[in-house]
């Protein structure tokens, strides 16, 4: 993923992708086609897929959130503008996001998810007309059972699963189960490692560069090479920082979908991080809570691409480019 985390700003896409191709990268997901060209103009967008298409790279995009709050009108408008430049780079799959509180006492959630399946709604029959796809991140703010859920009812066939491992955990899930959970509908990846921390509330979620955290890289890419439709597999480094407050009994009424079994294995995974920090064989907490400058996060990127391949070469079914599954 290409953005201002990783030190390339909005409008410099030929810096971005020359980077991505130069650093033996196969493809660039940019947040939105805003991040390639601001005013979204269509020369502008038509010449950066030109320019990744010429460097032999993919190019992926997204559209922004689909919500909930906010008139539905303008955010239909706002994303049928989104869907245009994307096409106009040659996209014709994108994700998109979601902003739910989980403990707003005037919108119960179920209402809110029921507000964006009205929004996805409002944009299945382009996508289908069009033959294009819009994948669902897991973010945050929703547990992989809910994704799961507003896919189904949207229709798989032009809604699909744009897979965000670290966020997972946020919601109490264990990526590795969660992904198996999904993984028939999973077109693009959002991928990154994970540190795990206890805190006075709960869990404390750290980033890191695939293969220096504690998640389960065999298993998770087990079911992307052979159940998953994905065709790539995207790294992002970013800068979110979340907890997750399992030891409040409050947080357990917005979280209907968390398993004791799953619960346990993330518990698992922060006493592995905190031993290993305690015998210097880990960063602490602390050490983690210092951001990586930008040019650190590329440099992350590099490492988790390298993880990536080496495990994904002992998987049978598994390969090292993007041409071939």
């Known amino acids: 993923m290409c953005g201002r985390a990783q030190g390339f700003e909005d409008g410099h896409a030929e810096e971005a992708l020359a980077w991505v191709s130069a650093s033996g990268f196969e493809g660039a997901l940019f947040a939105t086609p805003r991040s390639i060209s601001p005013e ?3 020369v502008a967008l038509k010449e950066a897929g030109e320019l990744a298409s010429s460097l032999g790279l993919y190019l992926e995009v997204g559209i922004g959130s689909l919500g909930p709050f906010g008139p539905a009108d303008d955010r239909l408008s706002g994303l049928n503008a989104l869907i245009d430049a994307a096409a106009a780079a040659g996209c014709e799959e994108f994700f998109a996001y979601t902003r739910t509180d989980r403990h707003d006492v005037d919108v119960p959630h179920g209402e809110q998810l ?5 929004t996805l709604q409002g944009l299945v029959p382009r996508l289908r007309a069009e033959g294009l796809r819009l994948n669902l991140k897991t973010h945050e703010d929703l547990s992989s059972q809910e994704v799961l859920r507003l896919v189904e009812a949207s229709g798989p066939d032009v809604v699909g ?6 966020n997972l955990v946020v919601r109490g899930e264990d990526p590795v ?9 999973i077109h693009q990846t959002h991928l990154e490692d994970v540190a795990l921390f206890f805190v006075d509330r709960g869990l404390r979620r750290r980033l890191r560069p695939c293969g220096a955290g504690v998640l389960d890289w065999d298993a998770i890419l087990r079911t992307l090479v052979e159940e998953a439709p994905a065709r790539h597999l995207t790294l ?3 800068l979110g920082r979340f907890d997750a407050d399992v030891f409040d009994p409050a947080w357990f009424d917005a979280e209907p979908h968390v398993s004791a079994k799953e619960l346990a294995t993330l518990f698992r995974y922060a006493l592995t991080c905190e031993r290993g920090a305690a015998a210097g064989d880990f960063p602490s907490l602390a050490e983690l809570d210092q951001d990586p400058s930008p040019l650190d ?3 992350q ?3 988790s691409a390298t993880w990536l391949r080496e495990v994904i070469d ?4 598994g390969h090292r480019g993007s041409s071939s599954r």
Not at 161 to 166: K, N
Request: avoid cysteine; hydrophobic fraction near 35%; proline fraction near 6%.
């Open 177 to 185: 189960e969660a992904t198996r959970r999904l993984a028939p509908h």
């Open 114 to 118: 029921d507000e964006i399946q009205r």
């Open 301 to 303: 990127l590099a490492e």
């Open 40 to 42: 979204l103009d269509d």
């Open 236 to 238: 992002e480094q970013h």
């Open 161 to 166: 699963v744009s897979l965000d491992v670290a």
């Open 314 to 317: 002992t998987i049978p079914g």
């Open 297 to 299: 996060r590329r440099s």
